[in-house]
Antibody, heavy 121, light 106 residues
């Protein structure tokens, strides 16, 4: 059973770059899934950030695209998120998740536990 | 972007109650709609995909229905472990979530 675990700094300075890693266990990152990042600002709803396939193909939320880079490391069975030029509005719980697809249908399962990133000086 | 609007944003209910949560899309999304349950301190858990397909291991008291723009998640008899926040998510165009519905104990 695939499990996901996020890791990275919990505090990032404004204008800096947020960097997180998601370790995949119980399965191979080279399976036919898209590996995604989703965030949840305090007290708010969920926002999809972007995703990567094991081949390196990526898709990003247009609202964040200019600041987001998602990469994959098959040797370590993990994928990573970088979000540049952060502001307080980027303070959120960041989740990694496995996205499955079947035709046009897609769904997230499972999710990591989430990691809180605060943007503050 | 397709906007997903959930109602109510919160509700109070008792164990044994029938609970209905609504999700409305800003345009037709056929049945490309999923439901998740989230408990404090945990990532969301997939309950239903393709509007009405119950995931393996999810109790049968959960059901989903709808197509086009209007969707419903129903819990037929609320159990103590069902107190949580529920989200809908569309995959018709890009990926967007509803704002969530918090189900609290009455």
């Amino acid at each position: 059973q695939v499990q996901l675990q996020e890791s990275g700094p919990g505090l990032v300075k404004p204008s800096g770059t947020l960097s997180l890693t998601c370790a995949v266990s119980g399965g191979s990152i080279s399976s036919f899934n898209w590996w995604s990042w989703v965030r949840q600002p305090p007290g708010k709803g969920l926002e999809w950030i972007g995703e990567i396939f094991y081949t390196g193909s990526t898709n990003y939320n247009p609202s964040l695209k200019s600041r987001v880079t998602i990469s994959v490391d098959k040797s370590k069975n993990q994928f990573s998120l970088k979000l540049s030029s952060v502001t307080a509005a980027d303070t959120a719980l960041y989740y990694c998740a496995s996205k499955h697809t079947s035709g046009w249908y897609s769904w997230f399962d499972p999710w990591g536990q989430g990691t809180l990133v605060t943007v503050s000086s | 972007d397709i906007q997903m609007t959930q109602s109510p944003s919160s509700l109070s209910a008792s164990v044994g109650d029938r609970v209905t949560i609504t999700c409305r899309a800003s345009q037709s999304i056929s049945n490309y709609l999923n439901w998740y349950q989230q408990k404090p301190g945990k990532g969301p858990k997939l309950l239903i995909s393709a509007a009405s397909s119950l995931q393996s291991g999810v109790p049968s008291r959960f059901s989903g229905s709808g197509s086009g723009t209007d969707f419903t998640l129903t819990i037929s008899s609320l159990q103590p472990e069902d107190f949580a926040t529920y989200y809908c998510q569309q995959s018709y165009t890009s990926l967007t979530f509803g704002g969530g519905t918090k189900v609290e104990i009455k």
